[in-house]
């Protein structure tokens, strides 16, 4: 298979794949596991399925027909790929060192305008069905059930830090809150801030720089510094939407459990990283993916 349809059919090139494969082999993922006297299925193999399932909406018994193995087959080695891969989500999103940070804070400048940026932040809605414990939960204002995923993202729109989990009617700031990059901001912050919307606007976010609300009274000034920050703070918004978009399982998970919401979520995100760069150009939105309609501020 030449390297544009695999690309167009895997969402990863072959270099990467490759990589993914020595990472996976690293954790010994393929050792060890027969099941009914059958010979185990082999980690290239597997890792297909996974990349397939991530990046469509295909059924376990679709997914089993297009690569010649049983659905229970097919199930087991996904849930195989997915699980390891989510214990190396360190080595794919990490806090960027001092030496990044200052990168970051640069390019931001460039882009926005504003000293001191070294990411932004925001939430998306992942939908799932409504779960059987604490449904009420998971329904969000739209009207549908979700879990809540919240991002920073760097300059190019990596995630430096993720939390997946809270039902759907949480608030982004109640979520941020909640989250362990909280209890530990003011280390990993230092003297820099991050760009945010109208939600984290308050005295527990000192390191949000946020808009300024518009009550229609505006002066010149405010409405010039709201732009600057919504220039810097679209980043985000497009990184959620190139993860949909590429990754199409996580538009819309049903049928499936919690654990694995949020572990597919990670998954995503992980596979987002390491898909950016100067050549992930999406072939329908070459200008870059717009975020999906069920995203919109919590």
């Not at 010039?224 to 990754?247: H, L």
């Not at 499936?256 to 990670?266: E, G, Q």
Request: net charge positive; proline share 4%; hydrophobic share 40%.
């Amino acid at each position: 298979m030449d390297e544009h349809t695999f690309r167009r059919h895997l969402r990863v090139t072959w270099a990467q794949f490759d990589f993914l494969v020595i990472k996976l082999e690293q954790q010994r993922l393929n050792q060890g596991h027969h099941f009914g006297g059958l010979p185990d299925v082999p980690l290239h193999k597997k890792l297909l399925m996974f990349l397939w399932y991530m990046g469509n909406q295909n059924s376990f018994r679709e997914i089993s027909d297009r690569f010649d193995v049983s659905p229970s087959t097919a199930h087991r080695a996904i849930l195989d790929v997915l699980g390891t891969l989510c214990s190396l989500t360190s080595s794919f999103i990490a806090w960027p060192n001092h030496c990044e940070k200052r990168v970051s804070a640069a390019a931001f400048a460039r882009v926005c305008g504003i000293n001191g940026i070294i990411g932004a932040i925001d939430g998306c809605h992942i939908k799932i069905q409504r779960p059987i414990i604490r449904g009420a939960d998971y329904l969000n204002r739209k009207g549908f059930y979700s879990v809540l995923l919240q991002g920073i993202v760097d300059e190019k729109g990596r995630f430096q830090d993720i939390f997946v989990g809270p039902p759907g009617k949480v608030h982004d700031a109640r979520m941020l809150r909640s989250s362990n990059f909280y209890r530990t901001w003011e280390e990993k912050m230092e003297d820099y801030q991050l760009l945010g919307d109208t939600a984290y606007i308050g005295n527990a976010y000192p390191f949000v720089v946020t808009p300024k609300r518009d009550n229609g009274a505006l002066t010149a000034e405010e409405q010039a510094g709201n732009v600057q920050i919504s220039r810097g703070r679209v980043i985000v918004e497009q990184a959620f939407g190139r993860v949909k978009c590429k990754w199409r399982r996580v538009r819309d998970l049903q049928n499936t459990r919690l654990d694995i919401i949020v572990m597919v979520t990670i998954a995503a995100c992980i596979l987002h990283n390491l898909c950016t760069g100067s050549f992930d150009v999406c072939e329908d939105h070459p200008q870059g993916c717009p975020r999906q309609a069920d995203d919109d501020n919590m």
